[in-house]
Antibody, heavy 116, light 107 residues
Framework: QVTLKESGPGILQPSQTLSLTCTFS??????????VGWIRQPSGKGLEWLAN???????YYNPSLKNRLTISKDTSNNQAFLKITNVDTADTATYYC????????WGQGVMVTVSS | DIQMTQSPASLSASLGETVTIECLAS??????LAWYQQKPGKSPQLLIY???SLQDGVPSRFSGSESGTQYSLEINSLQSEDAATYFC?????????FGGGTKLELK
């Protein structure tokens, strides 16, 4: 059974760095073809893909976030991470991680609010 | 970036009806398209992948098709539990992009 769960700080202030963790089970990021993606969704709005990390440590980022993103993984502990630097109110959203190939299994999401 | 233009933004239909939601890709995405269903307060769930393949466990009343750069999601025999927002997503090229969503309301 594949499960994923996101965790994060809940609230942070503008200019801080957002650190998110995705803890998963039922698959391994050391397996060929596996990966984890991060997607976010402001309240009442659409979905925005942020970044992917693959089993071979290939990483891909959404250029719209202008080098603010860093994705990484800890294969031994079945975790993936996303950092977003210099946050502002526009980064307020629910953040999801999902298993890739397809985005076939998603976590429940974690709400992040950026507010002074 | 590949733009995914999804239509309609909202629709209302009755139980038992058939509805179609469309996504137009700004360039050829070679069937690298998925459809998701999202209910309020929940995470998206994969319905269709590779444009027309039904994800395990998804009812067969959901189907996907394509014609050129136009992709369609059809829902037959609408059930009350189909009330949700539906998104398309291309994974042919980075950055992966989503359509704007279609909110389906049941009358």
């Amino acid at each position: 059974q594949v499960t994923l769960k996101e965790s994060g700080p809940g609230i942070l202030q503008p200019s801080q760095t957002l650190s998110l963790t995705c803890t998963f089970s039922g698959f391994s990021l050391s397996t060929y073809g596996m990966g984890v993606g991060w997607i976010r969704q402001p309240s009442g709005k659409g979905l925005e893909w942020l970044a992917n990390i693959w089993w071979d440590d290939d990483k891909y980022y959404n250029p719209s976030l202008k080098n603010r993103l860093t994705i990484s993984k800890d294969t031994s502990n079945n975790q993936a991470f996303l950092k977003i630097t210099n946050v502002d109110t526009a980064d307020t959203a629910t953040y999801y991680c999902a298993r890739i190939g397809q985005l076939d299994y998603w976590g429940q999401g974690v709400m992040v609010t950026v507010s002074s | 970036d590949i733009q995914m233009t999804q239509s309609p933004a909202s629709l209302s239909a009755s139980l038992g009806e058939t509805v179609t939601i469309e996504c137009l890709a700004s360039e050829d995405i070679y069937s690298n398209l998925a459809w998701y269903q999202q209910k309020p307060g929940k995470s998206p769930q994969l319905l269709i992948y590779d444009a027309s393949s039904l994800q395990d466990g998804v009812p067969s009343r959901f189907s996907g098709s394509e014609s050129g750069t136009q992709y369609s999601l059809e829902i037959n025999s609408l059930q009350s539990e189909d009330a949700a927002t539906y998104f398309c997503q291309q994974h042919h090229d980075y950055p992966w992009t989503f359509g704007g969503g279609t909110k389906l309301e049941l009358k």
